[in-house]
Structures are given as C-alpha cells and as structure tokens.
C-alpha cells in the first residue's frame, strides 16, 4: 500500500524554465511534508518542507504548494539550473510516540537540458 | 565537521553470510534510521531507533537486525534469512526521536551486493 506517490519516474525540462514536481498522499494524519533531492550513489539532502497547516513554503528557487483537500504536493523550482539533475523524492512526516518515521514516495528523476 | 558517515561504500558478500553495515553519526542526534533503496522504489523503512537502548522494525525488518549500545553508533547487520539483500542501503539521524517534527539527515549510503 503506497501512501505516498510520485506517478512520474521522470521529467526533462529546459534550463532556465519551470520545474514542477508532484506528489499524492493518501495519508490524512501525516502532520509534515518533505523534499529531499539524491545525487547517485549518495545519501538524500533535505531541500525544503511544509507543515499540513499551510499551503505555501518558499526557499529561494523552490517553492513547496500543498493542496489538503487533493491531497497533493508540488514542488516548483524556478528557474532550473543543471545542477539541479537529480532524482527527488516527496516524503511525508507521521507524528507518534514509538511511532514517528518518514514514508518516502518512489522519485522523479529531473534532467534539467541546458 | 559533523556528519554521519556509513562504512564501507562498497560491500561485496557471499550468498548464505551474515554482514553488518556500520553506521555513526557526531551530531548528537537522538535517533538513527535505516533505510533500503532498491531501483525504481522510494526509500523503505528498515529498523529505527528514537533512543539509546531502544529501537522499532521499520516496514521491512524481516532478515535484518540492528542494535544502539551508544547514541552515536547503529549498526545494522543483514542477515542469511533476508531474501534479496543486493541493495543500496541508507543510514540517517535526526535531532530528537519523539514529539516534535524532525528532518533526517542522510549518510552516503552503503551498495551491498550479495554474489
């Protein structure tokens, strides 16, 4: 049971433009969203996160939507650059005691074209 | 400078051997994480750990085992019982295991791969 999905496996997008990634969630009581980008053959950094109570977080170049009703997140990095290549992965946040772990979706793999 | 770091990057095991990955971290954060990463899936939950002493199955645990004798240390052993051990396997931490929202710093992660 995935309950949490990034449908794209990749996405090709020219340098300079718009960079859209998305994730759906099935998880109503996931209290924290997450983005982490991978570089191969190394561990994920984290990029940026969005609390359930907002629908909006910003960090230079990215920007983290989140749509509760949809239960949807998006991630738009703009403008894209080359070094943002990378395979990302949407992550979501449970809150409980002996209970509190992070539930990562599959990745898209972004290639930024220059 | 902090970090956690994993050893050894590569890892190369006969079939029907134990091997344990080794995991530490100095930025004296409370909980440790192991994860498995196979192509074309997310990263899966293995073991994890909020406290010293203490540590919960993941969504995998079966054919793995772990233990947390120190608050910097996390060694996860893979076992003969795991049936498809070949994997990248990822190590990570975060300031405070219970309560309040944490994000998880990653090490470089481990390739094992079982001839």
């Known amino acids: 049971d995935q309950q949490v999905k990034q449908n794209s496996p990749s996405l090709s997008v020219q340098e300079g433009r718009i960079s859209i990634l998305n994730c759906d969630y099935t998880?109503?009581?996931?209290?924290?969203f997450l983005w982490y980008k991978k570089y191969p053959a190394e561990g994920p950094t984290f990029l940026i996160s969005?609390?359930?109570?907002?629908d909006k977080n910003e960090d230079g170049r990215f920007t983290v939507f989140l749509n509760k009703s949809a239960k949807h997140l998006s991630l738009h990095i703009v403008p894209s650059q080359p070094g943002d290549s990378a395979v990302y992965f949407c992550?979501?946040?449970?809150f409980g005691f002996g209970n509190e772990k992070l539930t990562f979706g599959t990745g898209t793999r972004l290639t930024i074209i220059p | 400078d902090g970090g956690i770091t994993q050893s050894p990057k590569y890892l190369f095991r006969k079939e029907g051997q134990n091997v344990t990955l080794s995991c530490e971290q100095n930025?004296?954060?409370?909980?440790m994480y192991w994860y498995r990463q196979d192509p074309g899936q997310g990263l899966r939950l293995i073991y994890y750990?909020?406290?010293?002493?203490?540590?919960q199955k993941g969504d995998i645990a079966e054919g793995y085992s772990v233990s947390r004798e120190k608050k910097e240390s996390f060694p996860l052993t893979v076992t003969s019982a795991q049936k498809n051990p070949t994997a990248f396997y990822l190590c990570?931490?975060?300031?405070?295991?219970?309560?309040?929202?944490?994000?998880?710093?990653f090490g470089p992660g481990t390739r094992l791969t079982v001839l």
């Open positions: 930025l004296n954060h409370d909980a």
């Open positions: 969005i609390s359930s109570i907002k």
């Open positions: 998880n109503s009581m996931f209290d924290y």
């Open positions: 750990s909020q406290i010293v002493n203490d540590f």
């Open positions: 990570a931490s975060s300031p405070q295991g219970f309560g309040s929202y944490n994000e998880q710093f």
């Open positions: 992550a979501a946040h449970t």
